[in-house]
């Protein structure tokens, strides 16, 4: 998972250039992709040995790939990808691979003694994590019985739910799986899948197991003094790298994505206490936000001169903490942010034109991550908070610009792996991947979602980090 080691110091990720057609792509055009999507990660399939109908994917084309079982990139995330195609297109290709892989997935769970199951019996926080281990696995089953009221896969979900209850470390300050807060890999990220099982399963152990985690989470936060009221302090959670803390305040990793859990956790639970350092969480990154005019934007490590745009460390990610305080308060200046952080990425897009010294323009990074989908995905998510044709219009030159760079691959459609940081010897890299995270899963699951801009309501099921409004679960 490249995006972890911030390979991203210069990314212009979102290279909105004359490559664009000036049409919007037709429904039909990205539907067909969409499809194509589908075929070819069909392809990457193979048969799980003596469990007749059952298949894994490999992470990417190469014969000899690992076959991973996390979201990141994945089968799980493949999952969630195929159930929402099958679903919206009403395709049977999708549908089918869908029950093949949910088959394959369950066959590769382990179990060691009396330890519950799981795909990552490790202890800490990567086995558990949302995006890394068990938590984003039940998550793929719980979206699988959404669509389907499969009851089987929703029986999967909460049996993966009562091992991470089981794994979990308890304390008088909550519960939690090891020393990690973030969405991506930690505490955050497992908190959100419990609770949205606790809604769906209608089991409150669940509910009451994400409130603790919050609790934790709480208690994870490092206290610093404010810089508009020095005498009040302000929370702020680091990513551990191994035993060092490191300031990444974004989505992925920091502050705001523990913030949006919190908020989220706390109206779920009337836990005022949950929802009081969410919003002081969203404070931190007020403060932390370089505004510039009607721009918003946020460092990817303070200090550093690098500002992102993508889900994991820019406003595509972030500015989804304000859309849901706007959700949640009504308060205008909560939405003028993530305005602001999308006026961000359309300026940054414009700088982004340059053609380097070669004469070519750097290949942009498609990923749902780290690049275009992910801002695809936000500008759609935006456009249906603040009904604005200009947001529309910028999610649509991202899908065209997915458009363009797809490959045609017999029948399939798949995209190259983009290098995190343009520039001379990395500007592109060889590999098409197949996961959410960083391939073709996630490159069709935002063309998907722009097919459905024109509808009034967006059938999707997607992570429990990309929810934009707040409700209890009592």
């Not at 899948?193 to 709480?218: I, K, M, N, P, T």
């Not at 290098?419 to 996961?435: L, Q, W």
Request: aromatic share 6%; proline share 5%.
């Amino acid at each position: 998972m490249p995006h972890f080691r911030i390979r991203a110091a210069s990314l212009p990720f979102l290279l909105l250039t004359t490559a664009f057609a000036q049409d919007a792509p037709s429904v039909d055009a990205l539907r067909a992709t969409v499809r194509g999507a589908v075929e070819w990660i069909a392809r990457q399939a193979e048969p799980v040995p003596g469990v007749e109908g059952a298949v894994l994917v490999r992470a990417s084309e190469e014969p000899d790939a690992p076959q991973p079982s996390a979201v990141y990139s994945g089968a799980a995330g493949v999952l969630l990808f195929l159930e929402n195609a099958a679903a919206v297109l009403d395709d049977t290709d999708a549908r089918t691979l869908a029950d093949r892989l949910a088959k394959g997935l369950r066959t590769s769970r382990r179990q060691s003694g009396d330890s519950p199951p799981s795909w990552n019996p490790a202890s800490g926080n990567a086995g558990a994590g949302l995006y890394t281990g068990d938590a984003g696995i039940g998550h793929a089953f719980l979206v699988r019985h959404r669509f389907r009221r499969d009851a089987e896969s929703l029986a999967t979900a909460v049996e993966i739910g009562d091992a991470l209850l089981a794994r979990a470390t308890r304390s008088e300050r909550g519960l939690g799986w090891g020393n990690q807060p973030d969405l991506i890999i930690g505490n955050a990220g497992t908190a959100l899948f419990l609770l949205e099982l606790g809604e769906a399963s209608g089991h409150a152990r669940f509910v009451d197991g994400a409130r603790q985690a919050g609790h934790e989470l709480v208690a994870m936060a490092v206290m610093t003094p404010s810089k508009a009221a020095p005498d009040r302090t302000l929370p702020h959670w680091k990513y551990m790298a191994g035993r060092r803390a490191m300031e990444m305040p974004n989505f992925s990793h920091g502050t705001a994505g523990v913030a949006y859990a919190l908020l989220r956790i706390g109206v779920a639970t009337g836990d005022e206490a949950l929802v009081a350092s969410g919003r002081a969480g969203a404070e931190t990154m007020l403060e932390l936000a370089v505004v510039d005019g009607d721009t918003c934007k946020w460092p990817a490590v303070p200090g550093q001169k690098a500002f992102l745009g993508g889900w994991c460390h820019g406003p595509a990610g972030t500015a989804r903490l304000f859309l849901l305080l706007h959700a949640m308060t009504k308060e205008e200046r909560y939405l003028t942010v993530a305005k602001q952080g999308a006026n961000f990425l359309v300026g940054y897009a414009k700088a982004a034109e340059q053609v380097g010294t070669d004469g070519k323009r750097p290949y942009v990074p498609p990923s749902y991550c780290c690049g275009v989908a992910g801002v695809l995905e936000f500008f759609c998510d935006l456009h249906r908070v603040t009904g604005d044709a200009a947001h529309a219009a910028f999610a649509r030159k991202a899908g065209q610009y997915l458009l363009d760079v797809a490959i045609a691959d017999g029948d399939g459609r798949k995209w190259k792996n983009g290098a995190s940081a343009p520039g001379p010897g990395k500007a592109d890299t060889d590999g098409h991947d197949a996961g959410l995270m960083l391939g073709a899963a996630g490159e069709a699951l935002a063309l998907l979602q722009l097919s459905l801009l024109d509808q009034k309501e967006m059938p999707l099921q997607r992570l429990p980090d990309r929810t934009l409004a707040a409700k209890s679960a009592k």
